[in-house]
């Protein structure tokens, strides 16, 4: 708690209008993919970001890549803010923040050697550098992700490599400019189970090694609580639950996290207790509630829920929760909803 | 990868008949204007037997008002056919890339304006829009490659835009902003590459529009008047009175079948190379 805060973002909110109605009478609704999310990450950190497809994510870390502008709050990193920053004081802070793209066989243009994949960054950010010390620089990174010897794979071209040879490619690209922070989106979803562990622990390593600060964003708890120190549970644009990884897997207080966690922990016990855990149902983020987000599929829910948002509150000094239930939660789940239902 | 890349454009290429004649024709084209001063049995700049010569054995297609030879003027002709209308689809298709990509690439805006621009170049009705501008800046070999430069650059800018919007959604140009790479170099070393061969069928079509377009502008009389392109002998031979007398037969008909078949084997090309590029019109073979 005593490191200082590397990267710290405050009610950050996107919205995308969607039209509708016919010429005569155009409807237009705000569609939140995230809506108030405000979290920070120290310095040496691994935040994990995790929640189902269309949480918003992705959309979270593409604003903070700047891939995307943000509709309303704040970015600092290094206590810079990145809104409204211009292109050029943007490309400077690039230096110092990469991405991990998910789909490695997407991100590597296919027509373009490995070789000169990675000296995209340096051609970008070190114009001082001659060619020789370029190309130094690309060989080390190459062996510091083990693909040795790297003579062997820096005049391939991306196809010529397996699934998890390109991710790693696509890593050493993230970090060849020595960066303070990286964004990783979901690097081994589409990968190989049998590569994944490589890849993480690759990740882990560089890690040590460079003193990285990560933001992780995953679908996949099991990859979380292997990967980060905190972990933030997102749900339809909101954070509803953050804290320490051993916190949430041991003690999920939110009940989304709550069916969460027993998936991974306990799929039998889950698919028995699917009831009291969770309500059936697709996400449906287009219906408006002027409640909590998660009430529609909630298996306890209270007249409050239907009316007001609960907002993030702390409830000890690592974990912070956005559920009103939480206050008497210290009853046992299944006494409570035959309570109040 | 590369070299396997364009043995199946070949492949494909080969495979279709309609794209080999075409490529053919151009072959043949290309050998008679480059070695158009070995073919040709007189100059054509000279006066070499009496004026209006009906065909005989020393002039295969007769003379001209002035006793030139017009199979030696024909072989010559396609010189400047051929190089007006590789030079002006040069242009047009550079011209076409930039605004693709500018438009493709920005969006918004920029993307707007462009699009405009290139909807006002669509519609102007061209051929009075290019007597117009031939005969305002004056006929000669380079006025006449930028006047239909300036029309035909706009569909092709067109389609490559389309192709662009396309290519910026992929992963390593979203990678690539990611990094910090600048905006000029992503356009050069992202999607550049991904245009090139929608372009170059792009660039056969433009060709033979161009070598049309010539063609008329030379008939009309505003094409230069010191280089005899087919569209020039046209114009003499219309301006002569070819037209009405049996002269037609080996004045007009020549340089019309000519110019026919230079544009239908570009035209053959170019299908078949859209083909190649645009998948979904590949035939199942």
Partial sequence: ?341 | MKSNRWGYYWKTLSSSKLGLFGLSILCLFLIIALFAPLLAPFNPMERVGQPFGEPSSTFLLGTNDVGQDILSELIYGSRISLMIGVIAALISIVLGIIVGIVAGYYGGKVDNFLMRVVDLVLVVPFLPLMILLAAFIGPSFWNIILVISLISWASPARVIRSQVLNLKTKGYVEAAKSIGTKASTIMLKHIMPGVIPIALSQFVMAASSAILIEASLSFLGLGDPFVKSWGTILYYAQARGAFLTEAWLWWVLPPGLLITTLVIGFAFTGYSLEEIMNPRLRKER
């Fill in chain 1, 1 to 341: 708690m005593s490191l200082p805060t590397l990267l710290e973002v405050v009610n950050l909110k996107k919205t995308f209008v969607r039209r509708s109605g016919s010429f005569l009478k155009p409807k237009k609704t705000d569609v939140y993919a995230v809506n108030n999310v405000s979290f920070s990450i120290e310095k040496g950190e691994i935040l994990g970001i995790i929640g189902e497809s269309g949480c918003g994510k992705t959309t979270t870390v593409r604003m903070i890549m700047r891939l995307m502008n943000e509709s309303n709050g704040k970015i600092l990193f290094n206590g810079q803010n990145l809104c409204g920053l211009s292109d050029e004081k943007t490309t400077k802070v690039r230096k110092d923040m990469q991405m991990i793209f998910q789909d490695p066989y997407d991100t590597l243009n296919p027509g373009m050697r490995i070789v000169d994949i990675l000296m995209e960054p340096l051609h970008a950010h070190k114009p001082n550098m001659t060619k020789e010390e370029k190309y130094q620089k690309v060989k080390e990174t190459t062996e510091a992700i083990e693909l040795i010897p790297a003579e062997d794979f820096l005049n391939r071209f991306p196809h010529q490599l397996s699934g998890g040879q390109r991710q790693r490619i696509a890593i050493a690209r993230a970090v060849i400019l020595e960066p303070s922070f990286i964004a990783a989106d979901e690097p081994t979803s589409m990968l190989d189970v049998s590569v994944r562990a490589g890849i993480l622990n690759l990740l882990l390593d560089l890690r040590e090694k460079m003193g990285l600060t990560m933001l992780f964003i995953t679908h996949d708890l099991s990859t979380a609580s292997y990967m980060c120190d905190r972990i933030a549970v997102m749900y339809q644009g909101s954070i509803v639950e953050i804290g320490e990884t051993q916190k949430i897997i041991d003690f999920p207080t939110h009940p989304y996290t709550k069916a969460l966690v027993s998936v991974v922990k306990d799929l039998n016990s889950f698919i028995e207790n699917r009831e009291t855990m969770i309500l059936d149902g697709e996400v449906d983020s287009t219906k408006k509630t002027l409640g909590c987000a998660f009430v529609s599929r909630c298996p306890h829910q209270e007249a409050v829920c239907h009316n007001v948002v609960p907002s993030l509150e702390q409830i000890d000094k690592v974990q912070s929760v956005a559920c009103h239930c939480f206050g008497s939660s210290k009853m046992g789940i299944s006494e409570r909803s035959g309570a109040l239902v």
